[in-house]
């Protein structure tokens, strides 16, 4: 079955690094855009970066623009986020998400219609 | 970016109530809006997407609707399974946005 999971997770000191990885199965990860989103506790969900299939178009909130980098290997099926310069804010469920097309910076149909079940993030001393 | 703007942020109900929840764009999205339903603890699910297409598998009580600015999602009849927290969130835009969620409580 379609199925996404997230690892990497955990706490890290502010102004530390991490990187999430999102391995994918069950359907042709090459040819579909992907996302990360994050939730802080108690809070709603906020998108923080997409890629299109291949890697050539990237984009992030600008709440993470600068410090945070999407990438994917296509080749393992797997999706990461390497997230630099943590702050207290960043703490956060980060759950990784399909893209029903392979995305491109236009107007797109679709939503995210397959999710992980997220990995936790703490930034905290 | 453009911001979107869910209302009410909470609300009680009944089963067997219907229900409408409203989503405004800052700008317009033409009917490039989509919903998603969340539980505590779990991951979201897409409803919606297209403004009023419903995901497969997405029961006919969940029903969409608008264009440009502003978005419903009705759901007629509330079944137990559907108190949980709904999400709209935009794709006309490369950064996506969302709004801030709507949380539908048991009275």
């Known amino acids: 079955q379609v199925q996404l999971v997230e690892s990497g997770g955990g706490v890290v000191q502010p102004g530390g690094s991490l990187r999430l990885s999102c391995a994918a199965s069950?359907?042709?990860?090459?040819?579909?855009?992907m996302h990360w989103v994050r939730q802080a506790p108690g809070k709603g969900l906020e998108w923080v970066a997409v890629i299109s299939y291949d890697g050539s178009n990237k984009y992030y909130a600008d709440s993470v623009k600068g410090r945070f980098t999407i990438s994917r290997d296509n080749s393992k099926n797997t999706l990461y986020l390497q997230m630099n310069s943590l702050r207290a804010e960043d703490t956060a469920v980060y759950y990784c998400a399909k893209d029903p097309t392979p995305w491109s910076p236009t107007p797109l149909w679709g939503g995210m219609d397959v999710w992980g079940q997220g990995t936790t993030v703490t930034v905290s001393s | 970016d453009i911001q979107m703007t869910q209302s009410p942020s909470s609300l009680s109900a009944s089963v067997g109530d219907r229900i409408t929840i409203t989503c405004r764009a800052s700008q317009s999205v033409s009917t490039y809006l989509n919903w998603y339903q969340q539980k505590p603890g779990k991951a979201p699910t897409l409803l919606i997407y297209g403004a009023s297409v419903r995901q497969s598998g997405v029961p006919s009580r969940f029903r969409g609707s608008g264009s440009g600015t502003d978005f419903n999602l009705a759901i007629s009849s509330l079944q137990p399974e559907d108190f949980a927290t709904y999400y709209c969130q935009q794709s006309y835009s490369s950064l996506l946005t969302l709004g801030g969620g709507t949380k539908v409580e048991i009275k």
């Open positions: 069950g359907f042709a990860f090459s040819t579909y855009g």
